[in-house]
């Protein structure tokens, strides 16, 4: 069976600081890896999508993640936060487009100015 | 280029109650994925829904079925309503047979049982 993990349940960053949100998957084959990003009361917005290739992924706003299969991670980063980027975060895995997504219980993130 | 739509956006109801959920996946998109997210928790998979079959069934109890209409648009009913039942349900759009294609998520409908 297919999971995820996000280790963290809320972090804090400033402003102008890097930003690194972890994520483990658990898939017996070559996954299909997301990152979602949620604002209160709102759907999940797509921040970039991990399908075969090139290692590191860009994604919108500034967000990169980068997928190692040895270390079964795909953790999201952003060289300088901005206080808008105050969110959840969602690590999601799934076997391909047709299939099921598997979602961690998110990372909450707080920007301090 | 509309995204995906559902309604309403919140609703009550009263355990023991049915309630109805619609979605109006993107222009051009042909598969159907319904989420519930309980409050603090990742989204979790109901069912996918392709052309007006169910796919795949996540584990959910039969109170939840579904449906999809010839436009696509797809429908999620929920009987016998508990508490627990309380959450956001998301629908989610994609294309089937379009190799790497994601989804495409509306912002949900907050549905509240008492």
């Known amino acids: 069976a297919q999971s995820v993990t996000q280790p963290d349940i809320h972090i804090t960053v400033s402003e102008g600081a890097s930003l690194e949100l972890r994520c483990n998957y658990s898939?017996?084959?070559?996954?299909?890896l997301f990152w979602y990003v949620q604002s209160p009361g709102q759907g999940l917005q797509l921040l970039l999508k991990y399908f075969s290739g090139d290692t590191l992924v860009q994604g919108i706003k500034g967000f990169e993640a980068e997928f190692k299969r040895s270390q079964s991670s795909f953790n999201l980063r952003k060289p300088s936060v901005h206080w808008s980027d105050a969110a959840e975060y969602f690590c999601a895995v799934g076997a391909g487009t047709a299939s099921k997504l598997t979602f961690g219980t998110g990372t909450r993130l707080q920007v301090t100015l | 280029d509309a995204g995906v739509t559902q309604s309403p956006t919140h609703l009550i109801k009263t355990r023991g109650q049915q309630v109805t959920l619609r979605c109006s996946p993107k222009?051009?998109?042909?598969?159907v994925s319904w989420y519930q997210q309980a409050l603090g928790q990742g989204p979790q998979f109901i069912f996918q829904y392709y052309e007006e079959e169910e796919r795949q069934r996540g584990n959910f109890p039969d109170r939840f079925s579904g449906h999809q209409f010839p436009n696509y648009s797809s429908e999620l009913n929920v009987n016998a309503l508990l508490l627990g039942d309380s959450a956001l349900y998301l629908c989610?759009?994609?294309?089937?047979?379009?190799?790497?294609?994601?989804?495409?998520f509306g912002s949900g409908t907050r549905l509240t049982v008492v």
């Open positions: 898939y017996g084959a070559t996954p299909y």
């Open positions: 222009s051009g998109h042909d598969t």
């Open positions: 989610a759009s994609s294309l089937a047979g379009v190799p790497n294609y994601g989804y495409t």
